[in-house]
Structures are given as C-alpha cells and as structure tokens.
C-alpha cells in the first residue's frame, strides 16, 4: 500500500478533513472617553498580537454602534455632528508620499439642527461595506482597477497595509473628538479546481497521479544543469534536474504544495547524493515589493522604469519522499539507471499572507529550487535553479 501522504488532499488543511464553518462574530469595545465607545463585529482573531484587532472578511459589512453616556455634561451641546469613516492605506515609510490612502468610505450618523441636541445615552448604530475593489492612479497616468489587499503589518518589514475605523465628533468652538481602531481585512480567494485526474484520485482514495500519468495536473519546468564538485576528491560533475508543481498554481494557506522532482545524472555517486530527500533545498519564497507611492504617478511610463524595494521570506524545506517504482521493460530499465524521481509536498502555514497587487504595492510568492545542499558535495552553482511563480489563497476551493 502506498504511504498516506500519496492520496491525501491538499486543498484540506493538515488537522482539518472538511472546511470549518466561520466563527461567531465578537463585539470589540474600544474608549477614548468613558462616555464615547465604539463598537465593532467582527470574527474572532486569535493572533497572540492581534487579539483586540477584529476580522473582516471580504463582503463582510464593518457593522458596529457608536455609544454615548453624556449624562449631565455641560459640554454636550458643544457636538455639532458625529460621523464614522473607514481608511485604507498603504503605508511604505514616513514621508507624506509614501502613506497613500487607497479607500475612504466616510457615513454621517447624526446631525445637530435648531431642535435637536444631544443629551444623556444614545446609541447610533452604523453599517458599511468595504467594496472588493478601487481604482486608483496608475502607470501613464491611467487609472486601473485593483482588488483591495489584506491587512498587512509586520516588525520587520517596512511596508504595510492598514484599515481603520474612526469615529469623529465635530465640536463648535472647542477641540473635535476623534477615536480610532484598525481592523484585519481579509479578502476571499479560492483556487481553481484540479485537473479531473487528479480529482478522480482524492474522491477514490488512490496515489496521485504524477506528471508523467497526467501532464494537464503538473506545470514541469525544462531541464537545468546544476555543477559541483565532490569534496572527498575533487573532481568536478554534473547534473540535470526538472521540477513539476501541481496545477492550478494557486494554494490555499494551510494546505500543501504537492511537487515532484526529476534527476538525471551520469555518475552514480552523484545521483546518489543529490536525489538523497535531505539534499534537496525546495522553499517558498515570499516577496514583498514596493517603491516610495505618489498619488498621481503619471511620469512613469513603464513599470520596468521603477525601482522596486524587495524584502524576502522563506519557507521551511518541502519534504521529499523517493516516488513509487515503476515497472520497467529492460529497455527503459537502462535510460532509468541514471534518474531519480521524488515526490514532495511544501506544508504551507495557516497564517500566511495571501497574494496581493495594488499600483506600488505586492505581495508576491514563488517556489524556488536552491542549490542541492548534499553531504561530499560543494554546489558550485551561485543562484537559484528553477524559480516557478504561484499565488496563495485564503479560502478553499468549491467542493470537489
């Protein structure tokens, strides 16, 4: 029987065998002044950083109540309106430029007029929903339409993407009351179905098929040559190599990448230490890339022209296991005397970030094919061999 890992499907997170319905909406109280609060719903955040920071989820309504006990103070009357907004922002450093609001969305909840003023409790509730997408300047000058990115922060990368909520008291003659709060925007992205092998196999619970049995369910690279020398002796060799990810190259976080790998190599030595699972350096890369954000960037005419800032971040290694033997005539048993074929998964966290494009803004992935690392054997290769982009997703697929 093959190994478990073979048929297990990795549009399902590790501990999960069935999508989780959401989680309850929370309320998220947050005070300037004892007698102002504002009030938020959204999903349960659980991040250890995050905790009072509530979920939005894309076509989810930002849906609250802001809550006054003026009591007897004396100035109340001093409130002219009160009026809540949601700000999008992406923020790549701390001049002006490079904080550029990509989405306002402002409501009025209530006005003063000759016959009406603010007195004791009163609760002014507010629903607003965040659109899945904006326009916004572009290159040339044009304007172009992007899908809103996810709430983005983290303490060692400079740029960042920030919602927040405000709640705003306009006061005549006096100092205006402003309370804030960010929220976690997460927008919904699915992958596309598997190839109909491939879903074949997980509803009968067989091994995959492997690139060879279904090339529509694989993108495999060309062949790349990879040098080295073995430490023991010196002497120099050579390899060949391909990689095949399962298609679509979109996966949802929590999930796997399912990966297989070809070598070929004339020496037998060196065949054995490179298709050795631990010597196979295979990690997804994270890249985030921005440059400083004008809000009418119409002398750029090519985004090629720009000069893009970059901050990379790896995965763990995939892990590899030798893929099942074939049954060879004695023909091919001589042409496979010089391959190895591994099979391999990437394990994707559940907390990534998914992919996101807005003008001077990315959150861009690849899976990138290091050097091997074998023992006896110095790589003489300086960068990457094979280099395949894919995008992550937040959500599962529909149903297979």
């Known amino acids: 029987m093959p190994p478990a890992k073979e048929t297990r499907n990795p549009f399902l997170a590790d501990d999960e065998s069935e999508v989780q319905p959401p989680q309850n909406l929370k309320e998220y109280a947050y005070q300037l002044k004892p007698w102002l609060t504002l009030a938020l719903l959204g999903l349960e955040n659980t991040a250890d950083n995050s905790k009072n920071v509530p979920i939005i989820l894309d076509g989810q309504a930002v849906t609250g109540e802001v809550r006054l006990d003026l009591g007897s103070r004396g100035d109340a009357g001093s409130i002219r309106a009160i009026s809540i907004s949601i700000r999008g922002r992406i923020i790549t450093g701390a001049a002006p430029s490079e904080m550029v609001t990509s989405l ?29 997408s904006v326009s916004l300047p572009s290159f040339g000058g044009q304007k172009e339409e992007f899908r809103l990115p996810p709430s983005f922060y983290e303490r060692h990368t400079r740029a960042q993407v920030e919602y927040d909520v405000t709640v705003h008291l306009t006061r005549k003659m006096r100092p205006d009351y402003r ?45 790349v040559k990879t040098q080295g020398r073995l430490t023991s002796t010196s002497r120099l060799v050579e390899a060949r190599c391909n990689l095949s990810l399962a298609t679509p190259l979109c996966y949802t976080r929590g999930t ?24 196979i350096a295979l990690r997804l890369r994270r890249n985030v ?62 907390d990534l970030i998914p992919s996101a494009a807005m003008a001077h803004f990315r959150i861009e992935y690849s899976v990138v094919l290091f050097p091997f690392d074998a023992p006896d054997y110095e790589s003489l290769d300086g960068e990457p061999l094979i280099m395949e982009p894919v995008e992550i997703a937040s959500d599962y697929p529909d149903a297979l």
């Open 104 to 132: 306002e969305i402002p409501s009025t909840l209530w006005t003063r007029t000759p016959t009406t003023k603010l007195k004791g409790q009163h609760v002014l509730p507010f629903s607003m929903t965040l659109p899945p």
């Open 179 to 223: 309370l804030s709060t960010v929220i976690n925007y997460m927008p919904v992205s699915r992958p596309g179905p598997p190839s109909g092998l491939r879903q074949l196999a997980y509803q009968q619970h067989v091994p995959l098929p492997g690139p060879d049995s279904d090339p529509e369910g694989w993108r495999t690279s060309h062949f």
């Open 256 to 279: 796997t990448i399912p990966c297989a790998i070809v070598i070929e190599s004339s020496d037998p030595h060196t065949l054995d230490l490179l298709s050795f699972p631990d010597s």
């Open 289 to 350: 890339r921005f440059h400083s954000g004008e809000k009418n960037p119409t002398h750029y005419t090519e985004l090629a022209k720009l000069v893009w800032k970059e901050e990379l971040d790896h995965s763990e290694l995939a892990s590899w296991r030798p893929a099942a033997e074939k049954v060879l005539d004695s023909d091919a048993i001589a042409m496979y005397a010089h391959r190895r074929t591994l099979k391999g998964e990437i394990h994707l966290r559940s």
